[in-house]
């Protein structure tokens, strides 16, 4: 892959070009865009950018992060606080997602979609209301080990940090989850998963490429 330097708006502005002149896989009204990184990469950054760029050029967006998604603490924690293959499979509750924010926006789907379900900080049910995304209108859902779940994404973005990077910018607290980002580089591959990687060891001076098939 060939990476060359952008800035923050431009690489906002050519993703947000990209997304207004894609369809849907599915051939169904809306479009399902994700923004894969690990924390330290800051994909909910990228995310909001990409979802407020869009509504400028009229379409109606719909932001999620996975954050709003985490499983309870007692599943989350039920091998230990700090155990990353749990990190890597359980943290995030994945058949919630599916159910509440990718079914609804399949074809002949009704386009209600839970923004988020439970929060971390209280362990509790959000208890949000649903929300409606009109027929034409875009899903921007960011957060980390999104790819090789079998998402229905019509464009994929990856934060990459090296090895090195994501180590030095991951605090010291949350350093026990850097074998399950090894893991997701093992059996996923994200940079050649995605069909736009996005250098950020440097935020000052990301670099971004495309896919064979991106």
Known sequence: MRFEAITWERLTDALAERVMDLKAADGGPWLRVGIDGAPAAR??????????????????????STEGFLRPASLRYEFGREDPDTYYDGWFDTGALWREVFGPLEPGGTGR??????????????RSPYQLLPE????????PMLLGRWFPF??????????????????ESARWTLPAFERYEREVG????????????????????????G
Do not use: I
Not at 43 to 64: D, H, I, N
Not at 154 to 171: G, I, W
Not at 198 to 212: E, I, K, L, M
């Open 190 to 213: 994200p940079g050649e998963a995605a069909d736009v990687v996005v250098r950020v060891d440097d935020f000052r001076h990301p670099a971004w490429g495309t896919t064979a098939g």
């Open 113 to 126: 979609v839970l923004p988020d379900l439970w929060d971390p900080a209280t362990d509790r049910a959000t």
């Open 136 to 143: 034409s209108g875009v899903l921007v859902l960011y957060g």
């Open 43 to 64: 994909p909910e950054e990228l995310g909001r950018r990409v979802a407020e760029t869009l509504r400028l050029r009229g379409r109606s967006v719909l932001a999620v």
């Open 154 to 171: 019509d464009l994929t973005v990856h934060l990459r940090l090296s090895a090195p990077a994501l180590r030095r910018r991951t605090e």
